[in-house]
């Protein structure tokens, strides 16, 4: 467990030490901006940002150290394919870091089939944990020999035994830091409860079943949807592109309809295997009232960030 996607991939970065031969980071431009300025903020650190996953296929190189990558995009909710980026990178000897935030508890993850090295998230969206809960997942192999320089009294060998020189834990308790945030844990435990007794699979089948009837509704209000249209490429989330898609985000959160949504995209709707499709069919037509009659109009200029 950790605070957040930022330290766990602090925590990934500080186990390498990049040289002038190999000390390439690559990822997409589309990558959360936790995970893009961590790399940008390094100096030794070459940091080639592509455009889609497959350009990160091509620029992979005998340079890279780690591929920092979405599983799925925290915008358009794209899934990525993940499997030829892996090849490739362990094929140039690189890492994979996946940054699975957006796709755990909603689409099916399996790291093992995956073979990542790495993988991190945390419990603010899908798995409804709140947040202060994030956590890291390294491949066991790894972590059986790489030694992260962040390191804390927790991933000690005898963490209670306070000594005054580092040993490393066995395993994937090296991996983390100092006191650990216990309220956040106790606090996202209900949720993953949940989670799990419902099923990610159920989840799955449900989501894509709710983000079609989502995507036609809009389709038949006249609204340019900005998520893939393919299920299988499609996450939890469909993005909308309203006119002053801020100020209508604002008036759809008074009417008690509550989604958010990002700069340069648009609203993002995430119904979640409690809503109901008349709830979806209710913020639909309300977005299409609000946009008709202008009803959003006293919000322009207002900063909505919710
Ligand atoms: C893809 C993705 N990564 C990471 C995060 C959060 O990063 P951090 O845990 O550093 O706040 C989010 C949150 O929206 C996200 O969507």
């Known amino acids: 467990m ?8 602090a925590i990934v970065l500080s186990c390498f030490r990049p040289t002038p031969e190999r000390n390439r980071i690559v990822y997409e431009e589309a990558n959360f901006p936790s995970v893009r300025y961590l790399y940008q903020a390094q100096p030794e650190l070459e940091v080639v940002a592509v455009e889609d996953d497959k350009a990160i296929v091509d620029a992979i190189d005998e340079r890279t150290l780690l591929v920092p990558i979405s599983h799925v995009l925290f915008k358009t909710a794209e899934i990525q394919d993940v499997a030829p980026i892996v090849r490739r990178a362990h094929e140039a000897g690189a890492h994979v870091v996946l940054d699975a935030y957006q796709s755990a508890g909603v689409v099916p993850l ?16 899908w798995l409804c944990g709140g947040p202060g809960a994030g956590w890291l997942y390294v491949r066991p192999d790894l972590a059986a020999s790489l030694e992260p320089t962040l390191v804390g009294w927790q991933g000690h060998a005898r963490p209670f035994d306070f000594e005054p020189e580092l040993e490393y834990a066995e395993g994937v308790a090296r991996f983390l830091t ?18 799990e007794e419902v099923g990610v699979d159920r989840i799955r089948a449900n989501s ?48 008690q309809i509550f989604c958010d949504f990002r700069p340069d995209a648009g609203i993002r709707l995430g119904p979640h295997f409690y809503n109901t499709d008349e709830e979806l069919r209710f913020t639909v037509r309300e977005m299409a009232e609000i946009v008709a009659t202008g009803a959003y109009e006293r919000h322009l200029g207002a900063t909505a960030r919710f």
Not at 2 to 9: K, L, Y
Not at 178 to 195: E, K, R
């Open 2 to 9: 950790h605070q957040n996607v930022t330290i766990a991939e």
């Open 110 to 125: 399996d790291v093992t089939e995956l073979d990542v090295d790495f993988a991190t998230g945390g419990s603010v969206k």
């Open 178 to 195: 100092g006191t650990p945030n216990v309220p956040a844990l106790y606090a996202a435990s209900a949720g993953y409860d949940v989670i």
């Open 208 to 255: 894509i079943r709710q983000t079609r009837l989502l995507i036609e509704l809009l389709d038949e209000a006249g609204f340019e949807v900005g998520s893939p249209r393919d299920p299988a490429r499609r996450g939890g989330t469909v993005l909308v592109k309203t006119p002053e898609f801020q100020a209508v985000h604002k008036e759809l959160a008074e009417r």
